[in-house]
């Protein structure tokens, strides 16, 4: 599965952005989704996974109550990551990724990454 991640800018402490990854070439429904982030000089980490059918997610504690994702299996084959109350510590590049397998194995497939920067 190929994944085109998209919606990274400049914004204001407080303020929001929506993250999308648009996937292609197989069944997108099969596939649990998830975000990492990787801030300059730390690992990449995990920050957020929805099952194939949408039913169960799973969220970072820092970005609990902040962060949703979503999918749309039906027709545009995208996974969301709507950021609100936005935080200087949520800089770094964002990659959407995939696996055919449960929600919390090893993602397979990625995206390219789209650069998120807060402003204090």
């Known amino acids: 599965v190929q994944l085109q991640a998209s919606g990274g800018g400049l914004v204001q402490a407080g303020g929001s952005l929506r993250l999308s990854c648009a996937a292609s070439?197989?069944?997108?429904?099969?596939?649990?989704m998830a975000w990492f982030r990787q801030a300059p000089g730390k690992e990449r980490e995990f920050v957020t996974a929805?099952?194939?059918?949408?039913?169960?997610?799973?969220y970072l504690d820092s970005v609990k109550g902040r962060f949703t994702i979503s999918r749309d299996n039906a027709k545009k084959n995208t996974v969301y990551l709507q950021m609100n109350s936005l935080k200087p510590e949520d800089t770094a590049v964002h990659y959407c990724?995939?696996?055919?397998?449960?929600?919390?194995?090893?993602?397979?497939?990625w995206g390219q990454g789209t650069q998120v920067t807060v402003s204090s």
């Open positions: 990724a995939a696996t055919g397998g449960p929600i919390n194995t090893e993602y397979d497939y």
């Open positions: 070439g197989r069944t997108f429904r099969n596939y649990s």
């Open positions: 929805i099952s194939p059918s949408g039913s169960s997610t799973y």
